[in-house]
């Protein structure tokens, strides 16, 4: 009699535990990419998307990169994910590493399920764009050009009136370190907000070296366009391109910003200039 009272126990006990099964594990996808407004703080999107039928917590993200230092880490979390959705959360990005392989990034995502305990989530995320890759050569042809000659925007705009229009003056100041190499100052470009007064591609062509004295650069500029939202729109009006030859990179790209005031005397200037 015991013994079928045991046999009765352990079935009802399994019945129980087999309606207790662990939630299936999510489906998180993760892509990494930079949208615009992301140029000007150097930061990338963490895209997550929930391709299960619960809905998730994301309480942490992270990626890492062999071309960058450490992890970078995205922000605006906890976040309730809901099943079949994507949403975007920025990050801002790790230095370079300039001597980094070119490998694959990982993402890992810390998640907890409805009705289920924490867990973590690691896959390698798509890159679009190649968003990691185009940061990491712009990143490391500015050091590479930045090690043999500094680039520094002067504090103030200078302005000049030619044929009754006034332009905007940027001096820029390169500056040899004393290292060993060359490098060369191709062209500057012009922005979303501004163009050289030379048309959309102000050539340059001067080489430093060590031996180079500093040399102070007039970059003149006319807006690039007028209208309603031209200022208020603009994210990436006053970083200044640059094209250079600095040591690996034949063609080296890169973005100098200026400060915030002479960013807002940009911005004043075309106000001005706009509303003539």
Known sequence: MAARAAIVFAAALLLLLSGCSAAPAPKLSVALFQNRADYATRSLQVEITNRGDADVVITAATFTSAFFEGSGTARHLPYTLVAGTTTDFPATVPPAVCEGPDTKPTATIHVTPKGSAPLVVTSTPKVPFNSLGALHAQDCGQQAFEKVASITPAPHLRFETRD???????????????????????????????IPTEGEVRALGITFSAASAPTVLTLDFVPSRCGTHVISEDKIGTLIPFHAVAGDFEDAYFRVAVSPVVKAEFYDWVGRYCGQ
């Open 164 to 194: 009754g229009t006034e332009l905007a003056l940027l001096d820029v100041t390169i500056t040899p370190t004393g290292a060993a190499g060359t490098v060369t100052l191709v062209s500057t470009t012009g922005t979303t907000l501004l």
